[in-house]
């Protein structure tokens, strides 16, 4: 089985202490634990048995249950009618072979393991006789004293490596094991202390849930019908998962031909196909959430109830498709007495006015009715039902999260959105709710958040211009909005593109007559000394440009960076042109003698200006073309692109030549690149647009500053 291992409570009672085991438990569980395992090693099999007919009513369906090492107890419990999921054996516990014989092929059936010789042992059982594996210990315990030696987060990251099984970290786990045991290969965190012991387990576990699945998108399964015009069914709630941070999936209960003015027909898969269908997503995907839409007949219903049973996603959001728009009931009392009993399996049921009132029996006359009804079908099936008041006449379309079990009711207030691009809003708003309620939002969180999204979804509908009926809502409108659609590009990407956009300024710089003259040796000795000396003087303030990018670098990497190549430009750099301008006194004030010429002077007005204007990005943009545009230039002379005697040691300039070239030059030229593009990458598009900005204006002053010796200025 497929099991969501992701996190995984082992109980253990002294750390529970007067709480008890049963109450940490289900407080653990309303925080997001996906399996438990009781473990009582001081318990007789007679309590064990009592115990887990207590976890399981607890737990009531919203988790997995097992059992450490008392496979007879799992079997007497479930005699009882307790719903025990499987067993967690350890090495000299009872055969994985006759637990799985004993509890079935949908039974949770793991293995401890910390060994290569307990790996070993796994590989050579027939496939499918274990789900999963509990690795440890990560580090000592008390909980366990007579544990093997610790693996570590490395020893777990080679065994999880080895392992064709998905592989559990347990031992001494704690919160801030969670990212580096995920990264390292875990399938989920094992934990006892970290849980048991809390003072607030339903607060402590959703902690572990959040930083598990951060960064992460849920993963959502659609079960409904379709809806070729896009607006409502499974492609409104494709739509709806991803337009609100999850990732969409969908299992097809029924076919419709439709559009935006009405259903000409439906045609139902064939039970067997859809039962095909769900089972490939739960063998293969961990399911975060399921949404339940239109299910056409009783043999549907029943299908998807069982293999909700099996699976226990961690949410279940039941939209009940009853009612047609024009009032027409839409299943038959068969299908509507199994719909009844599909509610309980549900965690949270949005039925709309109509819906309600064949819930609940009767047809409520106001809104407060309408909520006492839904108090009483919330007490019946022990499920949050978020009735909609949108088919209410007036000004107002209010809403209310009802949960009878907890005592809780929050109403949710808001006027009515005119448009006629209303199709399909049930459906999304059921997907969007499953969505935030599996990434961690509360219920009245998610249906505030779901709500803001659909309102503004509503309001944008028209604008789609979909069909001459009631037109779907823009369910991507604010994204688009405040996103845009231009895609994030990688920073090879960003490399590429800017050296691209200054093609046209590499041209120009090739087609100097002072490179070329350069090249081929004939430049006279006055306009290279004059290059030379304006280079003196544009290294010195370089230098405190590349200092500033170093104060205000946000690694420690990039900062030591900018900082050795300012410290490069003034001791390894200058002594180069020291010992053509003042050989005989070294770098001195007679090195910067020269007065500074127009393109000197741009150049470096403007560098001084990004530079304080105190944003990073955009002055390692605008330094870049002094270390790529030489670095290229140098390359292609040394590669003879330019003449071959720009190589020959007797070229008047050899030695100055040879500098282009310099090998660790180039390769902080490689570094300063993938800062750059790297910090681009990550802007958003109008920073981005400012870093090209700066980096196209420092180019063109390369290409000034390289002209100007032979542009009439004086010479040295």
Not at 113 to 142: C, K, M, Q, W, Y
Not at 356 to 370: E, F, I
Request: charged share 20%; hydrophobic share 45%; with cysteine.
């Amino acid at each position: 089985m497929n099991a969501d291992l992701s996190l995984y409570l082992v109980t253990d009672p002294a750390l529970c202490g007067a709480r008890g085991v049963v109450e940490t438990v289900r407080q653990a569980v309303d925080g997001g634990v996906r399996i438990v395992q009781l473990r009582d090693k001081a318990a007789t099999d007679a309590e064990i048995v009592d115990q887990l007919v207590d976890l399981s009513h607890a737990i009531d369906g919203r988790a997995l249950l097992v059992v450490n090492d008392r496979l007879d107890a799992a079997i007497a419990a479930r005699e009882r009618g307790a719903r025990v999921d499987g067993v967690h054996l350890g090495q000299g516990d009872a055969s994985v072979l006759r637990a799985r014989e004993a509890l079935g092929p949908d039974a949770v059936i793991g293995l401890t393991a910390n060994s290569p010789a307990h790996l070993e042992a796994v590989l050579a059982l027939p496939f499918g006789t274990v789900d999963h594996l509990g690795v440890g210990v990560i580090r000592p315990t008390l909980t366990k004293p007579d544990h093997p030696p610790a693996l570590g987060i490395e020893g777990f990251r080679a065994f999880a490596a080895a392992s064709p099984l998905p592989c559990v970290a347990i031992g001494g786990v704690g919160i801030d094991d969670t990212e580096a045991l995920r990264e390292a290969g875990a399938a989920g965190l094992a934990v006892v202390s970290a849980l048991c012991a809390a003072d607030d387990p339903r607060r402590e576990a959703a902690q572990f849930r959040r930083r598990w699945h951060a960064g992460a998108a849920p993963r959502i399964l659609s079960i409904a019908g379709s809806d070729p015009s896009g607006g409502a069914g499974i492609q409104a709630d494709l739509k709806s998962i991803a337009a609100n941070g999850g990732y969409g999936m969908a299992v097809i209960a029924a076919l419709t031909a439709q559009n935006t003015e009405g259903v000409r027909g439906v045609h139902v898969p064939p039970a067997d196909f859809l039962r095909a269908q769900l089972e490939a997503m739960s063998d293969d995907v961990t399911l975060d959430a399921v949404k339940i839409g239109m299910l056409a007949d009783a043999e549907v219903i029943r299908t998807v109830a069982a293999w909700l049973d099996v699976v226990r996603p961690p949410v279940v959001v039941l939209d009940p498709v009853m009612v047609a728009t024009s009032g027409d009931r839409l299943l038959d009392p068969e299908a509507e007495g199994e719909l009844r009993r599909l509610l309980r399996r549900a965690h949270l049921i949005t039925p709309n006015l109509a819906e309600l009132a064949v819930l609940a029996g009767r047809v409520p006359t106001d809104w407060p009715d309408a909520l006492a009804a839904a108090e009483d079908l919330s007490a019946e099936v022990g499920a949050m039902v978020l009735v909609k008041g949108g088919h209410l006449p007036g000004d107002e379309a209010p809403d209310a999260l009802i949960d009878a079990p907890r005592g809780r009711r929050q109403e949710f207030a808001g006027a009515r959105i005119t448009t006629r691009n209303t199709h399909g809003t049930g459906c999304s708003l059921s997907s969007a709710l499953a969505t935030r309620l599996a990434n961690g939002e509360d219920a009245p969180t998610a249906v505030a958040g779901a709500r803001a999204w659909l309102r503004e979804s509503l309001r944008e509908g028209e604008a789609l211009r979909v069909g001459r009926g009631h037109g779907p809502i823009s369910h991507f409108a604010g994204l688009w909005a405040r996103g845009g659609l231009d895609t994030r590009p990688t920073a090879e990407e960003v490399a590429a593109d800017w050296w691209r956009q200054i093609s046209a300024t590499r041209t120009a710089i090739d087609e100097l007559p002072f490179i070329r003259a350069l090249a081929d040796g004939t430049l006279a000795r006055e306009p290279f000394l004059f290059y030379l000396a304006q280079d003196a003087l544009y290294l010195r303030d370089y230098a405190r440009v590349l200092a500033e990018a170093a104060r205000l670098a946000p690694t420690s990497d990039e900062q030591a960076f900018w900082a050795n190549s300012a410290h490069g430009s003034i001791v390894g750099e200058l002594e180069l042109h020291a010992a053509w301008l003042t050989p005989s006194q070294g770098v001195g004030a007679a090195t910067f003698s020269a007065r500074p010429a127009p393109a000197t002077t741009a150049y470096l007005d403007h560098l001084r200006s990004v530079a304080f204007g105190g944003d990073y990005e955009e002055l390692i943009a605008a330094v870049l073309p002094c270390f790529w545009l030489y670095t290229d230039l140098g390359r292609r002379l040394h590669a003879g692109e330019f003449g071959a005697y720009a190589r020959d040691p007797r070229h008047p300039y050899a030695s100055w030549l040879a500098t282009y070239a310099d090998a660790a030059f180039e390769e902080a030229t490689r570094r300063a690149i993938e800062f750059v593009a790297t910090a681009a990458a990550a802007a958003e598009p109008e920073k981005r647009g400012r870093m090209l900005r700066a980096f196209e204006v420092s180019s063109a002053h390369e290409l000034a500053f390289f002209a100007a010796p032979l542009e009439g200025h004086p010479v040295v």
